[in-house]
């Protein structure tokens, strides 16, 4: 786009201020066309002529003298309507009380005009509408005529006298507000330059006065921006360097267990070797698969949220993992209605059911018990998952959901993912995950709260 087409806040104040100014100009005008027109406003001149008249004749009783002061009269009205470039002129008629005519404009002379005394009436003057202003004297009657000028001529005449006013004074006032307006944007501009200027890996906040109560927002929301791009590196940069460390370690593994499989000179020593390599196999698999969802977690992708029936989700879910429950005795329950019907990102959901139950599959010694309720009020989808394990300290129940923690002393299987990837996925349905002591004071209760509207499956 060319840079003089190109919007600018300056551009925009201009054609701001020329409509504004337009709108003025169009509004008087109106106004004033209005006034103009107006027939009380057209009378006025032909009365106060009427009027001046018939009072400079009430003691005049001499022909040559009334017919010289009415001859003056409309001399004089006539040169100011062709100096004001009328063009209509009044005419004027006087007869004496026979009504024998005294004087008379000669475009009206063969005319007898009508009206009524002391009103303004309106004539037909040759075709043409006109208004007539009839007075007396003792000795005389006067008759003035104003033939109707039209209103095309008035419309004509008022914007001719408004438009060069308005035009005048447009630039007057357009320049200081232009002026305002381009220093206004110089610390805009100044704030421009700061960060265009700042190296690319330099996220510390704006170090910037601030001076102008308009651009405390911007900074605040810029080092507020900042803030999480640092937030979010650091986590990342934390993220790579603990997801290479426990990569590390399996892979070493699978690297000295290849080597003892070729090496091997037993059968026995095959076999070991094998179950090893296997475990370190699927523990760096299980670890990759975590990572995955994690990232997958963490993309800022919208949501596909579809209505699905959670209750018989959260029921296949268990179904697939209750063969490992009853091998281990675990006594494995759900608490939920037949169906619940809702709005739901199904995959995400998925991952916290998932990881919330295989977390107590690692923790519950055999013989225990795992229980899921599931219920939904308010919009809002409430999964529970409990055990009576051996629970969490208090004081580190806050630490479980970072990425990669484990408890001190922990030497159950995992791989340290699984209730970050609850969090964040309960983050990202709008809700959140919290965890308590199980019920009687034993075990854990994670607690998973998410955004999910009821709806309906259609056929």
Known sequence: MSAWFRPTLVRRLVLTLTLAFTLVAAVLLVKEYFNATNQEERDKPLRDTGVDLVAALQSVDEPAEARA????????????????????????????RSGKLLFSSPSIEALDLGGDLARITEVQLQGRPARVFKGETPRWSISVVQPRIGDRWIFRELATAILPDVLLAFPLVLLPLWLAAFQGMRPVRNLSRRIAGRATDNLSDLDINVKYAELVPLVDALNGLLRRLRDKISREHAFVH????????????????????????TPSERV??????????????????????????DD?????????????????????????????????SLDAPDALVVRLDVPAFRLILDNLVANALNYVPSGGRIFVELHNAKNTLTLSVGDDGPGIPEHLRTCVFDRFYRVPGNDAPGTGLGLAIVKQAATRLGGRVTLATGPNGVGCLFTAEVLAPPAEIGP
Request: proline content about 4%.
């Open 300 to 332: 800022e992708h919208p949501l596909n949220a579809c209505a699905v029936d959670v209750a018989t989700l959260v029921r296949e879910g268990l179904a697939a993992i209750a063969p490992v429950a009853v091998s281990r005795g675990l006594d494995l």
């Open 69 to 96: 002061a009415i001859a003056v009269v409309a001399f004089l009205v006539d040169r100011s309507y062709r100096q004001e470039g009328i063009p209509e002129t009044a005419l004027f008629q006087s007869r004496d």
């Open 242 to 265: 603990n997801a290479a460390h426990e990569l590390r370690t399996p892979l070493a593994v699978i690297s000295v267990q290849a080597h003892v499989l070729v090496t091997a000179q």
């Open 272 to 297: 070991e070797a094998e179950l090893r390599l296997d475990q370190s196999i699927s523990r760096a698999s299980h670890l990759m698969e975590q990572l995955l969802h994690l990232a997958t977690i």
